[in-house]
């Protein structure tokens, strides 16, 4: 099980941090990634990092903005939002991708969900 947390309303440029915290199973071995959906809109690609941390990815759109990290000691992933703009608003979900692959963009790869957290950034 995967909850997500950290959520919230913020204003345009400022950050957040969300928390990914698993139980019942550990997800240490797996890739890791958040994904968001927006009123309307597909849930659409964030990031990813790999079980060792060692590797990450950025759709374009958070690039330079957004950081993914993890603690497997804590079973934990964090998504660390910065600079945040109103199109950032979304509920953002983490997932985890029990393939052992190249990180995948896609969520049809990933295999468990968290429950969302809200991030709403005004104008």
């Known amino acids: 099980q995967l909850q997500a947390s950290g959520g919230g309303l913020v204003q345009a440029g400022g950050s957040l941090r969300l928390s990914c915290a698993a139980s019942?199973?550990?997800?240490?071995?797996?890739?890791m990634g958040w994904f968001r959906q927006a009123p309307g809109k597909e849930r659409e690609f964030v990031g990813a990092?790999?079980?060792?941390?060692?590797?990450?990815y950025y759709a374009d759109s958070v690039k330079g903005r957004f950081t993914i990290s993890r603690d497997n000691a804590k079973n934990t992933v964090y998504l660390q939002m910065n600079s945040l703009k109103p199109e950032d608003t979304a509920v953002y979900y983490c997932?985890?991708?029990?393939?052992?692959?190249?990180?995948?963009?896609?969520?049809?790869?990933?295999?468990?969900w968290g429950q969302g957290t809200q991030v709403t950034v005004s104008s």
């Open positions: 997932a985890a991708d029990l393939s052992k692959g190249f990180l995948s963009t896609s969520r049809y790869k990933y295999d468990y």
């Open positions: 019942g199973r550990t997800f240490s071995s797996y890739a």
């Open positions: 990092i790999s079980w060792s941390g060692g590797s990450t």
